[in-house]
T-cell receptor, first 114, second 115 residues
């Protein structure tokens, strides 16, 4: 089945220790998104790629970076995680043919910061 | 800018009873509307979406939603719920058109089914 895969599902890191979360997709979609979802809150868009074009949300902290080396993979790098960065991180994809497109979500990576 | 309000953070419902989860939105432009479901420890899955046309939209798992432009609402309903419907439900909007694909989510409604 075509899908969005996130690894690892659970990640524990120490305060200030860089961490990378991974997302891959077999849907061949043009757009890939990263959302942050804190406990009992709505998912919040951090950034997205339309193909290789990177779009950063204005309020995304500089501590968060992303890479998309090819169509299938996208990475979220947190350079110096703080306690406030503990959250579920969701990757999503869409075809990129307009706002009506469905976004397909992966299962998420739950990040714990000690 | 768009905003979404889900007034009910938690809704407990007895099994086989009907349920309505409320969603109101605010936008200065036309929008597309979505309902997503999130089961425990999983990502979001699309239940249904309204783009245009008939205001009653049918989705997966027996859910439906009605778009009401005058009341700026998009409430989700199911006539008879099951234990497996226990999940978090998110309403979301996106401005219509091409080039702006930012979903704005509500804060979610946790649906708990009571046996």
């Amino acid at each position: 089945d075509a899908m969005v895969i996130q690894n690892p599902r659970y990640q524990v890191t120490q305060f200030g220790k860089p961490v990378t979360l991974s997302c891959s997709q077999t849907l061949n979609h043009n757009v890939m998104y990263w959302y942050q979802q804190k406990s009992s809150q709505a998912p919040k868009l951090l950034f997205h790629y339309y193909d290789k074009d990177f779009n950063n949300e204005a309020d995304t902290p500089d501590n968060f970076q992303s890479r998309r080396p090819n169509t299938s993979f996208c990475f979220l790098d947190i350079r110096s995680p703080g306690l406030g960065d503990a959250a579920m991180y969701l990757c999503a994809t869409s075809r990129g043919e307009g706002s009506a497109d469905t976004q397909y979500f992966g299962p998420g990576t739950r990040l714990t910061v000690l | 800018a768009q905003s979404v309000t889900q007034l009910d953070s938690q809704v407990p419902v007895f099994e086989e009873a009907p349920v309505e989860l409320r969603c109101n939105y605010s936008s200065s432009v036309s929008v597309y509307l979505f309902w997503y479901v999130q089961y425990p420890n999983q990502g979001l899955q699309l239940l249904l979406k309204y783009l245009s046309g008939s205001t009653l939209v049918k989705g997966i798992n027996g859910f439906e939603a009605e778009f009401n432009k005058s009341q700026t609402s998009f409430h989700l309903r199911k006539p008879s719920v099951h234990i497996s419907d226990t999940a978090e439900y998110f309403c979301a909007v996106i401005p219509g058109g091409f080039g702006n694909e930012k979903l704005t989510f509500g804060t979610g409604t946790r649906l708990t089914i009571i046996p």
